[in-house]
């Protein structure tokens, strides 16, 4: 049996959300962070001391990417992932890989130097500012075309799953305010109302609310300052 | 004919070096930065502004990893990546990913708030800095088992090609200190003696300077100041 582990409001709910897609059993565990990181449970289980971790049949895995492609290869059949021979498997693997190589990283970037105490008015702060408005336009351009309704086009794949932490929970660490990427926000409406997405939400995350709104959801850090 | 845009001492030295262990035949096109960001002809090529970019056959692809993909499937009949039903599969995903999931970002976050102006004295830093620590220690964990000559286990693979660059040419940028990770040293030293790993840094950087030792390099940003 695959058990997958899930730090509630963390970007292990991709994993969650694939399991799903794909209507695979797996046993789902949830942990919560303490207050912000991660929780012992979850350094138990994996050195990394992050989620997702799945384990199965003896192995324990870590790493979302690397969760995704075991699963997806080992029980879903390869569906969610497009093959060389596709036509758009250049688009799959160009916005599978865009989530961790350019997306999360330049959110992430954005909320380390916000936390070091970084003002908007530091050259560094209006640099990377700038580069992620550009990277996020640049997926609002790529998603205005028809032929995309989906990141890798036709087809919902696991590209899309591995951006939508990215442009959703991730915003109640940084704020990010999408309200100006229309293509953006109807992508998340389409990906709304897919009944998997749902069924994760439910079962991974019920007390979050759905982040799928131009201006940012309330801040997860400024709920724990308030305690 | 791919064509392979290598921007001088950064991350695409990875598809140049994928190429060369492919022994497949490519068009290499350098570029140098002007004089630490991505030069106007990389930008000219794809909107991230981003290098690696490849070219082949009408197609103009960028990211690191779905470059690596590519050219693995379309042009290396699957080489240099394990296979689902092989047994270091779960190994090889975890290292391919971890490269850009986990350690790059991790080096660039410090390499961003120290460009920033946050000092060592801060908790962030310390905080960031243990984190690198740690993951550095995993990795030389990992590759102080006999079982673990090369990150996926007997077999060099990409996960290799991934990772060396942030072990090596990022130290250029992030003044890392690897001198402590006796297994990752000796691992760069199996590296260096690789025939493609020589012939994609005569091609591709043979000004650049070996970035093999425990001390770090001599730093590239600080090379730029003194003009």
Chains 1, 2 share one sequence.
């Not at 989620?51 to 979302?64: F, N």
């Not at 390869?78 to 350019?102: C, I, M, V």
């Not at 940084?174 to 998997?196: G, H, T």
Request: glycine share 4%.
């Amino acid at each position: 049996m695959l058990t997958v582990h899930h730090l509630q409001v963390s970007q292990s709910e991709r994993i969650v959300w694939l399991c799903e897609e794909l209507e695979i059993s797996y046993d789902l565990k949830l942990h919560k962070r303490d207050p912000l990181l991660s929780p012992q449970s979850i350094k138990d289980l994996h050195v990394l001391g992050a989620a997702p971790i799945i384990q199965d049949d003896g192995l324990t895995l870590a790493e979302s990417a690397a969760c995704a492609d075991w699963i997806i290869h080992k029980h879903g059949n390869g569906r969610l992932a497009l093959p060389p021979s596709h036509k758009d498997y250049a688009k799959y693997l160009y916005w599978y890989h865009f989530s961790n190589g350019t997306l999360q990283p330049a959110v992430s970037r954005m909320l380390t130097i916000q936390l070091a105490g970084i003002k908007a008015d530091n050259d560094m702060w209006k640099r990377y500012v700038a580069k992620l408005d550009q990277y996020v336009q640049h997926m609002d351009d790529h998603l205005s075309q028809s032929e995309n309704p989906w990141l890798a086009g036709d087809d919902f794949t696991a590209a899309d799953i591995m951006n939508v932490f990215t442009l959703t929970t991730m915003r109640k660490f940084y704020q990010l305010d999408l309200s100006k990427f229309k293509n953006i926000l109807a992508y998340l409406q389409r990906v709304s109302k897919r009944e998997a997405y749902k069924r994760a939400h439910e079962k991974g995350d019920p007390d979050l609310e759905y982040c799928l709104e131009g201006p940012p959801p309330k801040s997860f850090l400024s709920s724990l300052s308030k305690r």
